[in-house]
């Protein structure tokens, strides 16, 4: 691929350079990491807010975040969606359904959706998620909302590359046992109950009320004042440190609630900015990100230019035999690298 011609494409914002940029991270193919080195210094410059939202199947995220787009578009925003769909057993390739529910914004020139697969495992997801939104963030958008399916450990992954994240819960999620136990519920910043109009709702609501506030000490954060002036106090002198997920409830498919949800976001915001932790979390992906690099390439120079992979071959009977044991040929394999020594 010509790379030149590519930088060229992305820099006048051409939807099929993005496209292609988008195809050639995702994949990794020979000449991703030029790309986004070269995008680099545009990531962040133009303010983009990356938005996460997850949640059990049939919450109605996708009902959500379409109604999210028409929102930040009737602002005059520019906005993209990263979906991550769950892979299809028989292609192996993403079940795109998301693009048929956000039919309503996906002809609009302003707003790109993106389909990505699991392809069945988590290794290495989060990441090319995060490589994916920033190639969309220097491309100019404005709002970047990914949009994972499931409550499983890919959430968890994929929401350390978001500035703000939504957990979508509808009545149905389960009985306040299940909503403790679940590890999910650790990552939001804002949570919402949609389908608000079904019975259940209001007790959902209050029930993941409780749960933050047994997390922060207290079960019932919302009481009267006198049984909490501490936090009171804090929030009345805009504490940096006191921010308080909000249980909101909507109804996507009417897109009642859609404004409130977009209040509290640009409240979290806010917050990230007043108290730094904004700066901390790109700091923190940077540092991940070039970590994973390094042990990526790492892991390829061990084992395609090194004798690694010779000596794991002629000790593998031995392992089979239980001669040895796969620790023992690990340390001897690193030990044989480190010392430059030829096995």
Known sequence: MDTHALFDGLARRDPAALARAISLVESRRPGSEAVLAHIHGRVGAGGARRIGITGPPGAGKSTLTERLVQHYRG??????????????????????????????????????????????????????TEEVADVLDAAGFDRILIETVGVGQTELDIARTAESTVLVLVPESGDAIQTLKAGVMEIADVYVVNKSDRPGADRLRQEIDVMLGIRRGNAFRHVAAH???????????????????????????????????????????????????????????????????????????????????????RRLDAMVEGDRNPYEVAAEILDQVKGGVTP
Do not use: C, N, Y
């Open 227 to 313: 049984h909490r002036p501490d936090a009171r106090a804090r929030r009345a002198a805009g504490d940096a440190d006191a921010w308080e997920p909000p249980v909101l409830g909507t109804v996507a498919s009417r897109g009642e609630g859609v404004g409130e949800l977009v209040a509290a976001l640009d409240r979290h915001r806010e917050f990230l900015e007043r108290s730094g932790r904004l700066v901390e979390r790109r700091r923190q992906r940077l540092a991940d990100r070039t970590r994973s690099l390094v042990e990526r390439h790492l892991a390829e120079w061990l084992w395609e230019g090194t004798p690694a992979r010779e000596l794991l071959d």
């Open 75 to 128: 602002a005059g925003l520019k906005v993209a969606v990263v979906a991550v769909d769950p892979t299809s057993p028989f292609t192996g390739g993403a079940l795109l359904g998301d693009r048929i529910r956000m039919e309503s914004v996906s002809l609009d020139p302003d707003v790109f959706i993106r389909s990505m697969a699991t392809r069945g495992s988590l290794g290495g997801l989060a990441q090319t």
